[in-house]
């Protein structure tokens, strides 16, 4: 259900405030979402009852990304898809130099509000009076001082002595993703036309790095415990390849690129290293083979060999009991022959998917767990047996 003003008017109510708190722990599986409803509309009108129902499902939603406030906050689903893990947020802001921010289709306000939060005089605009409504909401029930304002930002014009942040839409109607930078809503375009002293664009971290040609600038890309999630825009900050970070256990961690450095080729050793995603796409796993001292399996897969372990929080490793070329029954052989009944496949070119390899290995349950890792060496397939991972 698309909400309303009128349904964020009765949400804000103290009513619906209070119906919100007593049903916070109820049951929102979906056996049980028609008893529950049924209890809702004793009180509530049809509209009202599914305004509830979807806020329980919301802020049950929006704990990962609001672990403290979800509680108290309004959502929609779009918005909370495109609001930036907390650990994102925050880093941003601790970033900004300027003493005030422009905020542009900033959504639930969730970056906004994050600005606020770290002492920056922050507004937030958006084209959307609903999704204002709520950043509104947010704001009070966090007691920040951050300003919105409905307006059309393909209008605006800012020249701005402050910092711009601009995270435009990158889902379409449907909700699939959108990888044309010009297919973003507003298209990325649009900053061409602006001026900051600092300004800061959100991306989708699938962006094809082609379509910034001509922008200048840095992208960094940036992942949250190993997982990316988000590319940003630097356009401030003077034209250079793309960085990695990692944010994790409260520290930001940074790869920058470096010229010349080429990794060797050579057979798996004791350790089996995957670098983090944001390595992988800031284009380092060479220069990350480097400073580790590890080789490659080959120029085109992302796996790292090492005989020595390095501490490094850049990605996870594996302990390396074994490697064969890949032949199916040969593998299976293998792992019959040392009672191995359980196996977690993982692959990097590699044809077949995980379960196809499973049900064609026909194990025995029980036995021992291993990890396949399905990759080339040397354009060749080959199967790694490890143990479970460890992390850098």
Known sequence: MALTLADIEFLRSDRASAILAARADADLSDANTLP????????????????????????????????????AMLFTDEGLQQASHPCARHYRARLIESEAVLDLCCGLGADTLAFAGAGINALGVDIDPVRIAIAQHNADVMGLSARFEVADVSEASPDADGCVFYDPGRRDARGRRIRDVEGYQPPLSLIKRWRAREM??????????????????????????????????????PTARPFATKLADGAAFHLYPRDGLLADISPPKRWLFEPDAAVLRAGLVQQLAHDLNATMLDDNIAYLSLNDRVETPWGRYWEVLDWLPFQLKRLRRYLVERDVGRVTVKKRGFPLAPEELIGRLRLKPGGASRVLVMTRYRNKPIAIICSEPSFG
Do not use: C, N
């Open 36 to 71: 529950l409803i049924s209890s809702l509309r004793k009180s509530l009108t049809p509209r009202e009852a599914s305004a509830i129902l979807q806020t329980l499902r919301l802020r049950a939603k929006a704990v990962v990304k609001f672990p403290q406030q979800a509680g």
């Open 200 to 237: 800061i664009i959100k991306l989708s971290p699938a962006v094809d790095l082609r379509q910034l040609h001509g922008y200048g600038g840095r992208v960094e890309f940036i992942s949250v415990d190993g997982r990316l999630t988000e590319a940003l825009l630097w356009l401030h900050r």
